[in-house]
């Protein structure tokens, strides 16, 4: 049983040493970027890429475990040849893309995803572009790279794992060992126990991109793209994509930046708070049973927009919205590729070349769907998550409740306006609304049911909303601030909402603080992905690079609220409700339809596919 578990201990330590050599070769390869940075750097690429080592090493052992697994059973004695033939194979794998990644990335700038498994129909047309030089000098590098790790393999693996016959207990025994061991490799597979399974993001440190890319896993982040290529690999079409990419446009039309809500002034603040789950299905000012008396309070103070859907019905989906102003796919994530969301625009780099500061709070783990990487992505200069707490203020399964992050964005805020002549973004994202429910305050509504159970912690949010919007209004940096509040989503609670059903996605938007004129009220139909571009436009900002997004103050822009969910896709336009059912390729819900309006959402999803794909802006 002991040379076992050593056997195990030596197969992950030497996978995972392996991939630090991979490393290694990616950064050699990779020479004019690695020198760029100091070694201090560099180091911090090596460190944090070992726990996606530790993930991609797991995955190899436990597939070895199993294999053992078998052998005991079997009674096999001499099995050193199979181990090795085994592990030949995954060091070939491993060393190919290791080194077509490091190639791929010096011509495209991003790691290698599944995109090129789509040029295997036509090899000559995806070595087109690779001179005869080029392809003997990578494959010198892998034959290099191949007799290093295999030199390593045959030190370390000199003998068999000999299954000795004896009693029937000691074998089951083995057999049993073996398993749980298999079964232990989850935890490095996962990247610990936090609720965050390992993904790409996990390993971002840096600012720069580089050092971030640096320290990915290349076989790792391949496997992961390849393991979701069946979720986008078929583009949706409607139509011809030349006909639905001018409906996008027109849709999605820009004019001037014109000052209509806001104050004249010095460059004003930002501040944009996401509501977790926070439907408009309880807000009492977008006509439904008032659980939100705080926020209502707040709209009737600022502009309500009472027309506004979520792009998705997940988080990482609003938080792309507002960022980027990129609609959601019905299938796909574009947070969870890290090479396809560093392409697309970002409010926030936007306001840091007009001279904005820019922060992220967060009261979870910004490790979970890849949050954290799309946020290094968008360039935000502090990423405040739980890690900043005391754990004795982890007082939710998910982090830090919103009583105290917005304690801490509120001392946050009055310390960064001791410079005034520096202009702050500052982005904060709810969390206490999350599942499961559960909040620090006395309960308001009875009962144990899980709608209770959610209007009681959105009321707990609504409640820290209120105190917080109160307080802001003393401080001296009010008056010159934009506070945007506006939900990620929606939610089927309360009332269990059908998926086809508008009002799930229905959602409040409300521009506040003390640069708002005067309070008025917005019917014009829109989604959280048009933030980025009213933002903009009322800062007297250019917003044109936003193709999914449209100032909703601007009397030019269309009356267009776009919605996806997995399996449909909706939008209110002007008067009419569509959705639209991808499976049975039928209309599944209409209120005033109009057949030109079934196009526009059709070529809106089409267009957006194609971003997502890399075929279009």
């Not at 830090?400 to 500052?426: C, R, T």
């Amino acid at each position: 049983m002991r040379k076992i578990l050593i056997w195990f201990l030596k197969t992950f330590l030497f996978w995972t040493l392996v991939f630090q050599i991979g490393r290694l070769v990616f950064s050699l390869y990779e020479w004019p970027q690695t020198s760029a940075y100091g070694i201090t750097t560099i180091m911090k690429s090596f460190y944090h890429g070992i726990h996606q080592d530790f993930s991609a090493s797991g995955y190899i052992t436990m597939l070895n475990g199993l294999f053992l697994w078998v052998i005991l059973i079997l009674g096999m004695k001499r099995n050193r040849i199979f181990f090795k033939v085994l592990n030949s194979f995954l060091m070939v794998v491993v060393t190919i893309v290791t080194v077509v990644d490091s190639e791929l990335y010096r011509n495209w700038g991003v790691h290698m995803d599944a995109t090129p498994l789509l040029f295997l129909k036509t090899p000559k047309d995806a070595l087109a572009s690779t001179t005869l030089f080029q392809m003997f000098f990578i494959l010198v590098i892998m034959i290099c790279m191949f007799i290093s790790i295999f030199w390593i393999y045959r030190k370390l693996f000199k003998t068999d794992i000999v299954y000795v016959k004896r009693k029937k207990s000691q074998r089951y025994s083995m057999i049993v060992s073996v398993l749980l061991v298999c079964a232990v490799m989850i935890i490095p597979i996962r990247g610990g126990f936090g609720i965050a399974p390992m993904n790409t993001g996990t390993v971002y440190f840096s600012k720069d991109l580089y050092p971030n890319h640096l320290a990915v896993n290349s076989s790792w982040n391949f496997l992961y793209s390849v393991s979701k290529m069946n979720k986008f690999a078929k583009p949706y079409n409607f139509m011809p994509n030349e006909k639905a990419k001018a409906i996008r446009e027109d849709i999605f039309r820009k004019s001037a930046p014109r000052h209509v809500v806001l104050k004249e002034g010095q460059k004003p603040n930002v501040l944009l708070i996401l509501m977790e789950s926070f439907t408009g299905k309880m807000v009492g000012a977008l006509g439904y049973k008032e659980y939100t008396p705080n926020l209502t309070r707040i709209s009737k103070e600022g502009v309500l927009f009472n027309h506004i859907y979520s792009t998705g019905d997940r988080s990482d989906r609003g938080i792309v919205g507002v960022i980027s102003g990129y609609p959601s796919e019905p299938t796909a994530s574009i947070m969870k590729y890290p090479e396809k969301s560093q392409k697309l625009p970002f409010v926030t780099k936007v306001l840091k070349d007009e001279g904005y500061s820019a922060d992220y709070y967060y009261g979870g783990d910004t490790d979970f769907a890849n949050m954290h990487s799309y946020l290094t992505n968008a360039g935000f200069d502090r990423v405040i998550d739980m890690t900043y707490f005391d754990p004795k203020d982890y007082n939710s399964k998910w982090g830090v409740h919103d009583g105290i992050m917005l304690d801490y964005f509120l001392k946050d805020i009055n310390k960064a306006a001791e410079d005034p002549s520096k202009p702050f973004f500052k982005m904060l994202f709810t969390l206490s609304s999350h599942e499961p429910f559960e909040v620090p305050m006395e309960t308001v509504i009875s009962g144990n049911s899980e709608q209770n159970k959610f209007l009681n912690s959105v009321t707990y949010s609504d409640r820290c909303l209120g105190k917080f919007y109160d307080e802001a209004k003393k401080q001296p940096w009010f008056k010159n601030t934009l506070i945007v509040f506006v939900a990620d989503h929606g939610h089927r609670l309360p009332y269990n909402t059908k998926a086809n059903d508008p009002k799930k996605y229905h959602i409040p938007l409300i521009l506040a603080g003390g640069l708002v004129k005067q309070d008025s009220i917005v019917t014009k139909c829109g989604s959280n992905t048009d933030v980025p571009a009213t933002i903009l436009g009322q800062l007297g900002l250019p917003n044109n690079e936003f193709n999914y997004s449209k100032d909703l103050m601007d009397p030019n822009s269309s009356s267009f609220g776009y919605f996806v969910y997995n399996g449909g896709v909706g939008a209110c336009v002007d008067s009419s409700k569509i959705v639209f059912d991808l499976n049975t390729q039928k209309v599944s819900y209409k209120e005033n339809y109009d057949q030109k309006n079934l196009e526009k959402i059709q070529a809106v999803l089409q267009s957006a596919w194609n971003t997502f794909l890399g075929n279009e802006e």
